[in-house]
Structures are given as structure tokens and as C-alpha cells.
């Protein structure tokens, strides 16, 4: 079983900064793909951003130049630096490792 856990969602003003973390752990081979999704209220849902087992980002159009992905490998957990936050960004923001794991998601509400 793995479990994949999100944290460090909040409250934050417009052109503020959030950082998520997002731990995979349990029955987990090795160093998988890391993705954030977001799901904002009556919209689908979005790839943020990704990055492989290798280090390597992909961003979505909207978040370029503003979010960062990372990850530390000896955690097997991926962060999302978020700054110069906009109203829009006001998601429900999950985590998904290996392609199959969900977490729970973690609220990010962005003021104007």
C-alpha cells in the first residue's frame, strides 16, 4: 500500500508565497513521477506541474515563472514552491506519485 500525504495549503494574500509537500511512502519502488494537480471550484482539473524521477520539471502555461517543483529523493517527497499568488490559483491542490497514488489534497485559497 502507499500512502501519499499534502501539506502546507493555507490562506494567503495575492502576491504571497505557499510551499507543498507531498510525501509518498510504503509499498513504493524506487523514485517515481511526482504531479500536482489543482481543482478549482466548477473547473476540471489541471496539471500544475510534474517532475520526474530524474529532476526533470514540466509546467502548466499558467504557473510558469511563478511555481517551482522540486523533490528530495531521500524522502521520496516532492515540494511546490508557489509565489506571486493570484486569486485564480485558488485551488484544491493534490498530489500524485507514480501515476496511481492520489492524496487527499490540501486547500490553497488566495485573497485579493
Known amino acids: 500500500q502507499v500512502q501519499v500525504l499534502e501539506s502546507g495549503g493555507g490562506l494567503v494574500q495575492a502576491g504571497g508565497s505557499l510551499r507543498l509537500s507531498c510525501a509518498a511512502s510504503?509499498?513504493?519502488?524506487?523514485?517515481?513521477?511526482m504531479v500536482w494537480y489543482r481543482q478549482a471550484l466548477g473547473k476540471p482539473t489541471e496539471l500544475v506541474a510534474l517532475i520526474t524521477s530524474d529532476g526533470r520539471p514540466t509546467y502548466a502555461d499558467s504557473v510558469k515563472g511563478r511555481f517551482t517543483i522540486s523533490r528530495d529523493n531521500d524522502k521520496n517527497t516532492a515540494y511546490l514552491q508557489m509565489d506571486s499568488l493570484k486569486p485564480e490559483d485558488t485551488a484544491v491542490y493534490y498530489c500524485?506519485?507514480?501515476?496511481?497514488?492520489w492524496g487527499q489534497g490540501t486547500q490553497v485559497t488566495v485573497s485579493s
Open positions: 510504503g509499498r513504493i519502488s524506487g523514485l517515481v513521477v
Open positions: 500524485n506519485a507514480d501515476g496511481s497514488h
